[in-house]
Every structure is written in C-alpha cells, then in structure tokens.
Nanobody, 124 residues
Framework: EVQLVESGGGSVQAGGSLRLSCAASGFTFDDFAIGWFREAPGKEREGISCIVGSDGDTYSADDVKGRFTISTDNTKNTMYLQMNGLKPEDTAVYYC?????????????????WGQGTQVTVSS
C-alpha cells in the first residue's frame, strides 16, 4: 500500500524558509514520479515541482523557480521541498503526491496517491 505523510509545515515571516518532508512507503522513488502541490484558500490546487522518470527530470512552476527545491533521500524514502524566500502568497496547504505514469510537466490528474497535506502560513 502506497502511503505519503507530509510534515514540516508551520508559520514563518516573509523572507523566511521552511523545509517540508514527505515520508513515502509502499514504493521507491525509482518506480514513480513524485511531486509537490499546493492549494491556497479560494484557489485550485496547483503544481509546484516534481521529479519524473528514471533520469530524475525536474519540473518547477515559474513562480517558485529559484526559491523552492525538490529533492529526495532514497535511503530514507523521503522527499523534501526546501522553500526559501517565502512570500505571503505562498500561504497554502502543501501536498506531496506520487504517480505511476506522469507527463514531464506533471499534471495533477496524473498523480495517483496523495498525502494529507501540511499548512504553510507566511506573514508579511
């Protein structure tokens, strides 16, 4: 059974940093595509960053490039999202996800399993 459990959310001031973790079980990162998404109040869930394929091709949304970095620790079967230079508009519930077959731009509908989400709040 595939399970994903996020942690590391919290409250931070603008300009600060947080690192989100997603502990995975039931699969290895070589098998599936993995990604991070977020859902802000009143908005649809959007993709942030993901890793697709055995070559580890990475996709990141334009508004987080240079600020957010996705990574994995295969020894711990854990994925991370390092978030630097946080802005109030980054406030959202953040989700990790995994999928069997996912296109290079990581469309949300192609991910099969989701974590429960973790809240990130950035104050100005």
């Amino acid at each position: 059974e595939v399970q994903l459990v996020e942690s590391g959310g919290g409250s931070v001031q603008a300009g600060g940093s947080l690192r989100l973790s997603c502990a995975a079980s039931g699969f290895t990162f070589d098998d599936f595509a993995i990604g991070w998404f977020r859902e802000a109040p009143g908005k649809e869930r959007e993709g942030i960053s993901c890793i697709v394929g055995s070559d580890g091709d990475t996709y990141s949304a334009d508004d987080v490039k240079g600020r957010f970095t996705i990574s994995t620790d295969n020894t711990k079967n854990t994925m991370y999202l390092q978030m630097n230079g946080l802005k109030p508009e980054d406030t959202a519930v953040y989700y990790c996800a995994a999928g069997v077959e996912v296109a290079a731009d990581c469309p949300e509908q192609e991910f099969d399993w989701w974590g429960q989400g973790t809240q990130v709040t950035v104050s100005s």
